[in-house]
């Protein structure tokens, strides 16, 4: 089946860059995303790329695919402490029965340090 | 932004009661509606689809028969954790998709954290 894996922490300072990492394994993924999660919420879509796409940029967020590697790359630049959460990416299949069911990843504990 | 509504948002049980979660779409009508599991420290796990007016589709290892979901409007399913154990207790999270012209968007729900003594 399709397997989603992404680091389980990264640790950043204020205002620096953070980079959180996924890598997947099916190959018929349409669309690969990415999740927040704060402690004790739902999960908030911050943004997701089609799988013909090689990279997308939305304000400080910028999002690169490796289509032939299967990695996936979520940069937040000048990351706040408000950025602090579980950040999950995840994919779903090109259609039919596996439409709209997405693979989740076990997510990365974002923490950011004053 | 589309909102999609949990209730309860926690909710702490005895052993071998069961349980109703509502997830509701607050602004508009979704035909799918999915239902995740996650447990604590660890990613979500899909457990079901939702589909109005037909029967849900479990993803394996899920026991329908222990995790009733109905779909019974545009708006809103339930899902029933029946005979509810402790090993039941999680993080359960639903979501909704939304359809406008060729778009279609997913939002998730807030979640509804069970405990089951």
């Known amino acids: 089946g399709e397997d989603v894996e992404q680091s389980l922490f990264l640790s950043v300072r204020e205002g620096d860059s953070s980079v959180i990492n996924c890598t997947y394994t099916?190959?018929?993924?349409?669309?690969l995303y990415w999740y927040k999660q704060e402690p004790g919420a739902g999960l908030q879509l911050l943004t997701y790329i089609f799988s013909n796409m090689d990279m997308k940029q939305d304000q400080r967020l910028t999002v690169l695919l490796n289509k032939k590697d299967k990695h996936l790359s979520l940069r937040i630049a000048d990351t706040q402490t408000g950025d602090s959460a579980i950040y999950f990416c995840a994919e779903s299949g090109a259609g039919g029965t596996s439409y709209g069911k997405l693979t989740f990843g076990q997510g990365t504990i974002l923490t950011v340090h004053p | 932004g589309a909102v999609v509504s949990q209730h309860p948002s926690w909710v702490i049980c005895k052993s071998g009661t069961s349980v109703k979660i509502e997830c509701r779409s607050l602004?508009?009508?979704?035909?799918?509606m999915f239902w995740y599991r996650q447990f604590p420290k660890q990613s979500l796990m899909l457990m079901a689809t939702s589909n109005e007016g037909s029967k849900a589709t479990y993803e394996q290892g899920v026991e329908k028969d222990k995790f009733l979901i109905n779909h019974a409007s545009l708006t809103l399913s339930t899902l029933t954790v029946t005979s509810a154990h402790p090993e039941d207790s999680s993080f359960y999270i639903c979501?909704?998709?939304?359809?406008?012209?060729?778009?279609?968007?997913?939002?998730f729900g807030p979640g509804t954290r069970l405990l089951v003594l």
């Open positions: 099916d190959s018929s993924s349409t669309y």
């Open positions: 602004d508009f009508q979704a035909t799918t």
């Open positions: 979501s909704a998709i939304r359809r406008e012209g060729r778009q279609e968007t997913q939002y």
